[in-house]
């Protein structure tokens, strides 16, 4: 029995996300925000990974914690804006800044 729950868990990534995320795992995200039209880096821009928020510093950049492993949405939103909404899956170890 538990030899076929370790070999699910390397095997399927749902059940390695519920896996670790009821033991507790969680997850680090960084992301830069930048004007897709004078590739300008915006500040004061809100992101959010589920329920989980931050806004950009000076340079464009929020960093988020605390984040519960696979499927997911991502929303980066600023007052005069377009928002983005994208669906992304955070993963263990493997989240590029």
Known sequence: GTTLLIIAAGVIPASRYFILNNVGVRAAVNVSVVDSSTLQPLKNATVSIGSISSET???GNAK???LKLGATTLKISKRAFRTITQDITVGWGSNPE
């Open 57 to 59: 510093d000076s340079s």
């Open 64 to 66: 988020l914690e605390h």
